[in-house]
């Protein structure tokens, strides 16, 4: 009778051969890590590439040409707008023909206005209470260098047209500044050309606008005109 030595079974269940020693164990345990490695970085590889594979593939556009040049502005200092264009010259002013220029000045006793009362006169025919005081007829020769005045006596009797025979200055009274006017062109013998015609209160402002006129009388007097005016110089 053969009697074996009692412990554990040097062959284990299922299996063919002896344990793999220690060194074994470890060279398989490197080679399983190594190959876990390798996986894990293909892995991270992969997908770094997946992901960044949609940005490469997103191109940019392409430019646009186009077959009309533009041309570039060239940067230039502050130019100033141009001027204006000057306006055309005024068209020369005709020369007039060299002839004399005849005026009559009329002066009316009228305290009131005397303009209205020969405008009324003039446009109704009707008289009003004014007569021509002073008249003078003032010339100005072709040459206009000179002056010449002629003064017209108011109580002149000569023929005013379309009335008669009357003193000078009642033409004023019953037909205005057309009347007198065409009296002392009748008398006279001349065109009168321009009239003037100026009432107390115009010879007022006449006179202030001048600064006023100074009369020396030497001998002194008193006039009296009614008990009211009673004049002393």
Not at 134 to 155: C, E, G, K, W
């Amino acid at each position: 009778m053969v009697s074996t030595p009692s412990g554990p079974d040097p062959i284990g269940p299922g299996t063919s051969g002896p344990e793999p020693t220690a060194p074994a164990a470890l060279k398989r345990r490197r080679v399983i890590a190594a190959v876990l490695s390798l996986v894990l970085v293909s892995f991270v590889a992969v997908s770094a590439l997946l992901f960044s594979r949609p940005a490469a593939q997103v191109a940019a556009p392409a430019p646009v040409t186009s077959d009309t040049a533009t041309a570039t502005p060239t940067p230039s200092e502050t130019t100033p707008p141009p001027a204006p264009a000057p306006p055309p010259p005024p068209e020369p002013i005709a020369e007039l023909p060299a002839a004399p220029m005849n005026i009559l000045v009329i002066g009316s006793d009228s305290r009131a206005n005397a303009r209205e009362q020969a405008a009324h006169t003039a446009a109704t025919g009707e008289s009003q209470d004014h007569r021509s005081d002073a008249l003078m007829l003032v010339q100005v020769p072709a040459d206009r260098h000179a002056l010449y005045v002629i003064s017209i006596m108011r109580d002149l009797w000569v023929d005013i047209p379309g009335y008669g025979a009357s003193k000078i200055n009642a033409g004023l009274e019953v037909g205005g500044i057309d009347l007198t006017t065409r009296t002392v062109e009748s008398l006279l013998g001349i065109h009168v050309d321009h009239t003037l015609m100026l009432d107390f209160n115009g010879f007022r402002s006449l006179t202030d606008g001048l600064g006023g006129i100074d009369v020396n009388v030497p001998i002194p007097f008193q006039a009296t005109f009614d008990t009211e005016h009673v004049f002393t110089a």
